[in-house]
Nanobody
Framework: QVQLVESGGGLVQAGDSLRLSCVAS????????LAWFRQNPGKEREFVGV?????GVANSVKGRFTISRDNAKATVYLQMNSLKPEDTAVYYC???????????????????WGQGTQVTVSS
C-alpha cells in the first residue's frame, strides 16, 4: 500500500503558475504509476496527467502542464503554467502498481488517492 499527500494548491490569477507536489510513503515508489486528476463539485473526476506505465497530459492542458517524478524523493509533481479560470478544481494525486497502459487515464483504475488540494484561478 501507499499513502499520498498533495500540497501546493492555492489562489492565483489567470496566467500565473503553480507547482503541485504529491509525496508517497509506505511502499516502493518506483513501482507505481502516478497520475493527477481534478474535480469540481457535481462533476466527474477528470484526468490531467500520468507518469509511469504511460506518460502524458490531457489535451486540455497540453502545452501548459507538465508531470514529472523524483523517485529518490518519492514525489510526483504537476507544473501548471498559464493557468486559466477553467483550471479551478480540487486536484488529486493517484497511484497504482498494477495498472495497464490502456487504463492510465481512468480514475477507476487507481487504488490509492490523496486527500486533494484546491486550486483556484481568478480571472
Amino acid at each position: 500500500q501507499v499513502q499520498l499527500v498533495e500540497s501546493g494548491g492555492g489562489l492565483v490569477q489567470a496566467g500565473d503558475s503553480l507547482r503541485l507536489s504529491c509525496v508517497a510513503s509506505g511502499d516502493t515508489f518506483r513501482r507505481y504509476t502516478l497520475a493527477w486528476f481534478r474535480q469540481n463539485p457535481g462533476k466527474e473526476r477528470e484526468f490531467v496527467g500520468v507518469i509511469g506505465k504511460s506518460t502524458g497530459v490531457a489535451n486540455s492542458v497540453k502545452g501548459r502542464f507538465t508531470i514529472s517524478r523524483d523517485n529518490a524523493k518519492a514525489t510526483v509533481y504537476l507544473q501548471m503554467n498559464s493557468l486559466k479560470p477553467e483550471d479551478t478544481a480540487v486536484y488529486y494525486c493517484a497511484a497504482s502498481s498494477t495498472i495497464i497502459t490502456s487504463s492510465t487515464t481512468s480514475s477507476t483504475a487507481y487504488a490509492y488517492w490523496g486527500q486533494g488540494t484546491q486550486v483556484t484561478v481568478s480571472s
